[in-house]
């Protein structure tokens, strides 16, 4: 930069003394007794402001049966990538076949109604432990039985076969049914530790920070399974515009036996992070007014109920529990739309299923599992 242009440029901003960080710490200080809401991919944390200590909820890895959920649900792509990789020429498909099997049977073995009762014990699943049992059972049966004929017989291993014998014959409910018990559960959590804060949702500044999943997923507001859930325990109280989804900005790690040091340490930063998105965005008034205003759009998602409908550039609405054909639609999307988080193709529909049932998980439909 020219030096006599230098200081014009910082005058404004890239200065610690500019008009724009004068302007952040104006609005900062403005905001310094709101609630402010940080999540990262793991963990959710309430900063009830003026100074006083965070809360932490965890809601993902660290929680009651997400491991063993998702070692079900991921039945179904682990097959398919075997079949993609004999398509590729890769031996070592028969091996990874062979691994899967024995993984499957032994996780047959022990699964039982008591396992997920005793053991497992997720709250939000009390009443279902026959019907995840149940669930599992079948889906690790038909695992062995299509992995055991491709490895008698490799030319089984298809496309063809692998949608016709397995993911139609129960996998693709299955998938459906595990993603959306572990939504449930999480979403059932947050809403109840949410609602035992009390929180002033008006008020509420929120940012989701960090990578969420895979590095091009979960990076607006309505492909944020964490931004959804939150939205949803609001009970329609948080202005979307107060919603801020930060892939960059920095996370604090999941608390071990409750130390919180690094969680406080990180709220200086966070506050300052949200502050200076909204010192930016409250200019548009100041200097626009009259012309249109943005305002966050809802996101209107097409309807694959007709069979004529091929393809979708957003998720599909569900029409209820038993639209299939919208849910395992989802699960396509997922996997082919970058911006998708792999393990949330269902948390919309679970987090709202379950506000319309007052947060209570024994009067919602789990699709895939409840008979309908």
């Known amino acids: ?200 949702w008006e008020r509420a500044m929120v940012v989701i920070a960090g990578r969420q999943g895979r590095p091009t997923a979960g990076v607006t507001w309505n492909t944020s399974s964490v931004a959804t859930m939150i939205l949803a325990a609001s009970g329609g109280r948080l202005p979307l515009d107060r919603v801020y989804v930060a892939p960059h900005a920095p996370t604090f790690p999941s608390p071990a036996d409750g130390d919180l040091t690094e969680v406080i340490a990180l709220e200086e930063e966070l506050r300052t992070l949200w502050c200076g998105t909204r010192a930016t965005v409250e200019l548009g008034e100041v200097m626009f007014d009259g012309y249109p205003r943005y305002v966050p759009g809802g996101l209107t998602l097409p309807d694959v109920g007709d069979p004529r409908v091929t393809e979708v550039s957003e998720m599909p609405a569900i029409r209820s529990a038993g639209d299939m054909r919208a849910l395992v639609t989802r699960l396509r999307i997922v996997l082919e739309d970058p911006r998708q988080l792999l393990s949330s193709c269902v948390t919309d529909f679970a987090a709202a299923s379950l506000a319309a049932a007052g947060n209570d998980p024994t009067q919602v439909v789990v699709p895939g599992l409840t008979d309908l």
């Open 1 to 200: 930069m020219t030096e006599e242009f230098a200081g014009l440029f910082t005058a404004y901003t890239a200065d610690p003394d500019s008009i724009g960080r004068k302007l952040s710490r104006a609005v900062a200080e403005r905001s310094r007794r709101d609630p402010l809401i940080a999540a990262t991919a793991t963990d959710i944390a309430l900063y009830p402001g003026d100074g006083r200590p965070p809360t932490v909820e965890g809601f993902r890895i660290s929680t009651r049966g997400f491991k063993e959920l998702t070692a079900i649900s991921h039945l179904g792509p682990a097959v398919a990538s075997l079949v993609r990789l004999r398509a590729l020429g890769d031996e070592s498909w028969r091996e990874s076949a062979e691994r899967l099997l024995v993984e499957t049977k032994v996780a047959r073995a022990a699964n039982s109604p008591e396992l997920w009762r005793e053991r497992i014990a997720v709250e939000a699943h009390r009443g279902r432990e026959h019907e995840i049992a149940d669930l599992v059972d079948r889906a690790c049966a038909a695992t062995a039985r299509y992995l055991t004929a491709a490895l008698d017989d490799e030319e089984r291993l298809t496309p063809e076969t692998l949608r016709r014998e397995y993911l139609d014959d129960g996998i693709n409910s299955m998938m459906v049914a595990t993603f959306f018990l572990v939504s449930l559960d999480i979403s059932y959590r947050v809403t109840r530790w949410f609602t035992e804060q009390d929180l002033d």
